[in-house]
């Protein structure tokens, strides 16, 4: 079974004369444990795709399955659910809490979702070491470097233990050192927790990093 199906996904904005198509008859599989990078130029409906898989926004036709759910028979509630626990997103902006500590930020879908610090603090322990921020846990986001604000994001979304990522533009707002530093991190997540990423990019060197590259132009999928 794919960790994500896409099967004739369109999807277009405005209406009449001034309509925009932005996905044309997009189909797609990813296996799980897979790292696909997704490519396109500027406006080629990448990171439309990406927010479409991830439930942030409904296509205008077609279907999109996430372990063989097809989401659009699922409720509201059912949905939501699977994307709190089964999907966790990184944007090229950090989105962290700025008065809370590095390790705050980390816990806090959990805390939110009604669970207790002291049943997954092993787990915060490994995400710590794993993302390299053990000496920044006490820290605040503006005590940080960029790379490392991503580093403490992406540690908030591995909480969750996702069985998917979706990246959109990861690396967008970090130097080529700090891109290095996230990209080797995915590529360990992935392996070693095997979680399917799927990250959008505009870079060659970034997208290299994944085990396959699709390219988007025009709204469809280049073969």
Same mark, same amino acid.
């Given at each position: 079974?794919?960790?994500?199906?896409?099967?004739?996904?369109?999807?277009?904005?405005?209406?009449?004369?001034?309509?925009?198509?932005?996905?044309?008859?997009?189909?797609?599989?990813?296996?799980?444990?897979?790292?696909?990078?997704?490519?396109?130029?500027?406006?080629?409906?990448?990171?439309?795709?990406?927010?479409? $898989?991830?439930?942030?926004?409904?296509?205008?036709?077609?279907?999109?399955?996430?372990?063989?759910?097809?989401?659009?028979?699922?409720?509201?509630?059912?949905?939501? *659910?699977?994307?709190?626990?089964?999907?966790?997103?990184?944007?090229?902006?950090?989105?962290?809490?700025?008065?809370?500590?590095?390790?705050?930020?980390?816990?806090?879908?959990?805390?939110?979702?009604?669970?207790?610090?002291?049943?997954?603090?092993? *787990?915060?322990? *490994?995400? $710590?070491?794993?993302?390299?921020?053990?000496?920044?846990?006490?820290?605040?986001?503006?005590?940080?470097?960029?790379?490392?604000?991503?580093?403490?994001?992406?540690?908030?979304?591995?909480?969750?233990?996702?069985?998917?990522?979706?990246?959109?533009?990861?690396?967008?707002?970090?130097?080529?050192?700090?891109?290095?530093?996230?990209?080797?991190?995915?590529?360990?997540?992935?392996?070693?927790?095997?979680?399917?990423?799927?990250?959008?990019?505009?870079?060659?060197?970034?997208?290299?990093?994944?085990?396959?590259?699709?390219?988007?132009?025009?709204?469809?999928?280049?073969?």
């Amino acid at each position: 079974m794919e960790a994500i199906k896409v099967e004739n996904i369109n999807k277009g904005f405005g209406s009449g004369d001034n309509r925009i198509t932005v996905l044309d008859g997009v189909s797609l599989e990813i296996k799980h444990g897979e790292f696909v990078s997704l490519m396109g130029a500027s406006g080629s409906g990448k990171s439309t795709l990406l927010y479409l $898989i991830g439930g942030l926004d409904k296509a205008d036709g077609g279907s999109i399955y996430l372990s063989g759910k097809d989401i659009s028979s699922l409720n509201d509630k059912e949905f939501s *659910e699977i994307r709190r626990e089964k999907i966790g997103f990184v944007f090229q902006f950090y989105n962290l809490v700025q008065n809370l500590t590095v390790e705050e930020n980390i816990v806090l879908p959990l805390l939110m979702s009604g669970k207790r610090e002291k049943d997954f603090k092993n *787990e915060l322990e *490994e995400i $710590i070491k794993i993302t390299g921020l053990s000496d920044k846990r006490k820290s605040y986001p503006r005590e940080l470097s960029g790379g490392q604000q991503q580093r403490t994001a992406i540690a908030r979304t591995v909480m969750i233990n996702p069985e998917i990522i979706l990246a959109d533009e990861p690396t967008g707002n970090l130097d080529s050192k700090s891109s290095e530093e996230i990209m080797r991190l995915f590529t360990r997540l992935n392996v070693e927790k095997n979680i399917t990423i799927l990250q959008v990019t505009h870079s060659d060197s970034i997208a290299a990093y994944g085990t396959r590259t699709l390219h988007l132009a025009d709204g469809r999928l280049e073969l």
